[in-house]
């Protein structure tokens, strides 16, 4: 009798922590579905944010707007970066109107460059740009014109007479916007009655000047 009932026990024992475990298992399923819910509750669609993810326009149509868009960049730049025959045949008025341009300015020097000669644009464009400077930089931009171009053995040596030279080392010494003026003009008149008519005959020059005038009958 004693052995039946101790068996019985354990039965209602088990019984009792079965019902114990389900209902906790239920409770933790309302309160993870309670928290889905209100995170889920507290989440903004993106359908309904108009405008800050999504376009009121079709896919399609947003894509085939954004190519347009972008073909119309791409076609500005080209026309930017074309060069007309007109703007080369004005190369050959004058040296001023050819480095007036900055196609020009690489045209005459890659020609001047098969001339071994590069160094007279390269001076000539450093004292353009020389005479820009702030003045508290004009010290070190004047060491390092002369250094470069105007010294005697200097790594690109400028073809100037030795008075000029003396006179614009001690210019340099003691900088002012026209230091380098008087060696600037000097290889400025050197290029133009030099170098300047040779690129106006040279194959490079007549060779662009046709390619441009054939695509420009086109």
């Known amino acids: 009798m004693l052995h039946d009932k101790q068996i ?21 399923a ?29 896919p399609t149509e947003l894509k085939e707007a954004d190519c347009k868009l972008g073909e119309g960049k791409v076609h500005k730049r080209k026309q930017k970066a074309l060069l007309s025959a007109e703007e080369v045949m004005q190369w050959s008025q004058s ?17 001047l460059k098969s001339e071994f000669s590069e160094e007279n644009i390269e001076f000539w464009l ?27 053995d200097a790594a690109k040596q400028i073809n100037i007479d030795y008075h000029t ?14 230091s380098f003026d008087e060696a600037q003009k000097t290889v400025y008149v050197l290029m133009e009655r030099d170098s300047y008519p040779r690129f106006l005959k040279s194959e490079a020059y007549l060779n662009l000047l046709n390619k441009l005038h054939v695509n420009g009958v086109k």
């Open 8 to 28: 019985c026990s354990h039965q209602f024992e088990r019984r009792l922590g079965s019902i114990k475990g389900n209902r906790h298992q239920r409770q933790q």
């Open 30 to 58: 309302d309160i993870c579905g309670s928290q889905d819910y209100l995170f889920r509750s507290h989440i903004p669609r993106l359908s309904n944010m108009p405008g800050l993810f999504f376009s009121h326009n079709h």
């Open 95 to 111: 040296l001023e109107k050819l480095l007036d341009s900055q196609s020009g300015q690489v045209a005459f020097r890659e020609f």
């Open 126 to 152: 450093a004292c353009e740009d020389y005479k820009k400077t702030k003045s508290d930089h004009l010290q070190d931009k004047a060491e390092k014109i002369y250094e470069e171009f105007v010294q005697i």
């Open 165 to 178: 030279r003396k006179a614009t080392a001690k210019k340099a010494q003691d900088p002012t916007f026209t």
